[in-house]
């Protein structure tokens, strides 16, 4: 369930998250900041409404994220 518009570079590092990319590779790939990045994946886990608070571990948020953003993917091409 998306909760509000991706914007262009939402879109681009979702789908670098889904290709398994590393945080570390997705800043270098795309020359951001650590504190820019960090702001994408807030806004990214806010629209598709991941913020569960006792999900702690970042790398099972990571996950819930990508597998949302497959789901979002697919609906958009069927639709």
């Known amino acids: 369930m998306l ?3 991706l914007t262009n570079r939402e879109k681009e590092i979702a789908e670098l998250i889904t290709q398994c990319y590393s945080d570390k590779q997705i ?3 795309l020359f ?3 504190s820019t ?3 994408y994946l807030s806004n990214l886990y806010e629209k598709f409404g ?3 608070p006792n999900e702690k571990e970042h790398s ?3 996950l819930r994220l990508a597998f949302a953003f ?3 993917k697919q609906k958009n091409i069927e639709a």
């Open 70 to 72: 497959l789901d979002y």
């Open 37 to 39: 990045y960090k702001t």
């Open 3 to 5: 909760l509000g518009k």
């Open 60 to 62: 099972v948020k990571r």
């Open 32 to 34: 951001i900041a650590k």
């Open 27 to 29: 800043m270098n790939k």
């Open 50 to 52: 991941i913020y569960d």
